[in-house]
T-cell receptor
Framework: GAGVSQSPRYKVTKRGQDVALRCDPI?????LYWYRQALGQGPEFLTY????????KSGLPNDRFSAERPEGSISTLTIQRTEQRDSAMYRC?????FGGGETQYFGPGTRLLVL | AQSVAQPEDQVNVAEGNPLTVKCTYS??????LFWYVQYPNRGLQFLLK??????LVKGSYGFEAEFNKSQTSFHLKKPSALVSDSALYFC???????????FGPGTRLSVLP
């Protein structure tokens, strides 16, 4: 596709359920990033991949959060045993290459609401 | 650790007037600096970035930003604001050896007709 896509766009779930958020990066992009954005705040880094390798997961809040990118393309962010405080916009971004100066292109986000 | 400050939550400017959205940063070593814009119900869109070279960077939609190393600032500017520029603006920093982006809290720009 032309840009980064994310699905679902909206997810409502009950506390305690697991959710899986999907990101499909721009074709050929090497690096993929996950962010969480609370209302009225800037995006907060969660984790990122170069190809299929997870390079940094220091931003994942706790062990209920995990991410994978098994074939170096599509990525899934999984939240287990969701809690109300997990409610936020989850954003994915990709960049053509890895490197500090590479531009990240963002998807539309998945808005997660945990009841 | 890197950090970004956007000291103004809200900036109001009249259409046709120049606008400035401020950003200061803290990073060890040399920074990579970025500006992104977020329109309502849309994703973040890249505006411009500073990597190296000329301190004045020109980007999309007539925006520009000036890197000032001594003041650790990267203010976003536009000579003549449009109503359509009204949006949420985010500054972000990454150090050369860093792994992740750090975004500022955002500044809401309102351009009044």
């Amino acid at each position: 596709g032309a840009g980064v896509s994310q699905s679902p766009r909206y997810k409502v779930t009950k506390r305690g359920q697991d959710v899986a958020l999907r990101c499909d990066p721009i074709s050929g992009h090497v690096s993929l990033y996950w962010y969480r954005q609370a209302l009225g705040q800037g995006p907060e880094f969660l984790t990122y991949f170069n190809y299929e390798a997870q390079q940094d997961k220091s931003g994942l809040p706790n062990d209920r959060f995990s991410a994978e990118r098994p074939e170096g393309s599509i990525s899934t962010l999984t939240i287990q045993r969701t809690e109300q405080r997990d409610s936020a916009m989850y954003r994915c971004a990709s960049s053509l290459e890895f490197g500090g100066g590479e531009t990240q292109y963002f998807g539309p986000g998945t808005r997660l609401l945990v009841l | 650790a890197q950090s970004v400050a956007q000291p103004e939550d809200q900036v109001n400017v009249a259409e046709g007037n120049p606008l400035t959205v401020k950003c200061t940063y803290s990073v060890s070593g040399n920074p990579y600096l970025f500006w992104y814009v977020q329109y309502p119900n849309r994703g973040l869109q890249f505006l411009l970035k500073y990597i190296t070279g000329d301190n004045l960077v020109k980007g999309s939609y007539g925006f520009e930003a000036e890197f000032n190393k001594s003041q650790t600032s990267f203010h976003l500017k536009k000579p003549s604001a449009l109503v359509s520029d009204s949006a949420l603006y985010f500054c972000a920093v990454r150090d050369i050896e860093g792994q992740n982006f750090v975004f500022g809290p955002g500044t809401r720009l309102s351009v009044l007709p």
